[in-house]
């Protein structure tokens, strides 16, 4: 699987950005993590293989909302009202699961992954 992952950005808080991640091939559930300098790598949202379903973690549930397009191939994380905190590399990740309810917060439920976009969120 390859990704093409883009629009990581440096911005200001309270500003916003739209995280694109394209993969080839077939449809998956696909996720966002991110890492942190120091911390351990952590789920920020995921949408199902049918994209009727979402997921977020309570950090940025109101801010950030996952979508993707009508051909299922590309899923985009807007963030809005960023903040200092959400400063981080962003990866998106595939699963090939096809579960249209279910979606995972853990890292081994997908086992593709992109090289990761940094977001800088200057106060």
């Known amino acids: 699987v390859q990704f093409a992952e883009s629009g990581g950005a440096v911005v200001q808080a309270g500003g916003s950005l739209r995280l694109s991640c394209a993969a080839s091939g077939r449809t998956y559930a696909m996720g966002w993590f991110r890492q942190a300098p120091g911390k351990e790598r952590e789920f920020v949202s995921g949408i199902s293989w049918s994209g009727g379903r979402t997921a977020y973690a309570d950090s940025v549930k109101g801010r950030f909302t996952i979508s993707r397009d009508s051909a299922k191939t590309t899923v985009v994380l807007q963030m809005n009202s960023l903040k200092p905190e959400d400063t981080a590399v962003y990866y998106c990740?595939?699963?090939?699961?096809?579960?249209?309810?279910?979606?995972?917060?853990?890292?081994?439920?997908?086992?593709?992954w992109g090289q990761g976009t940094q977001v800088t969120v200057s106060s």
């Open positions: 990740a595939a699963s090939p699961s096809v579960s249209s309810t279910y979606i995972s917060t853990e890292e081994n439920y997908y086992p593709y």
